[in-house]
């Protein structure tokens, strides 16, 4: 499992938007969105630049990847 830092985040559409735009990056799964720890974790692999550019796009701002 995969976790990636996410700022910006203060509600249930948040975590909707953010699981959704995850959701739809190729190779990954099982997107889970924690709004009090301020993360999103998920399976499988995609590039770096493809997972930040996803939460980016919608408004977020994309962190570390661990």
């Given at each position: 499992m995969t976790t990636l830092k996410v700022e910006g985040m203060h509600c249930p559409k948040c975590v909707a938007s953010v699981t959704k735009a995850l959701s739809e990056v190729p190779?990954?799964?099982?997107?889970?969105v924690n709004l009090e720890k301020?993360?999103?974790?998920?399976?499988?692999?995609?590039?770096?630049?493809?997972?930040?550019?996803?939460?980016?796009?919608?408004?977020?701002?994309?962190?570390?990847?661990?």
């Open positions: 190779g990954l799964s099982n997107v889970s301020g993360e999103a974790t998920f399976d499988g692999e995609a590039p770096a630049d493809a997972i930040k550019d996803a939460v980016d796009k919608i408004g977020f701002i994309p962190g570390a990847i661990s």
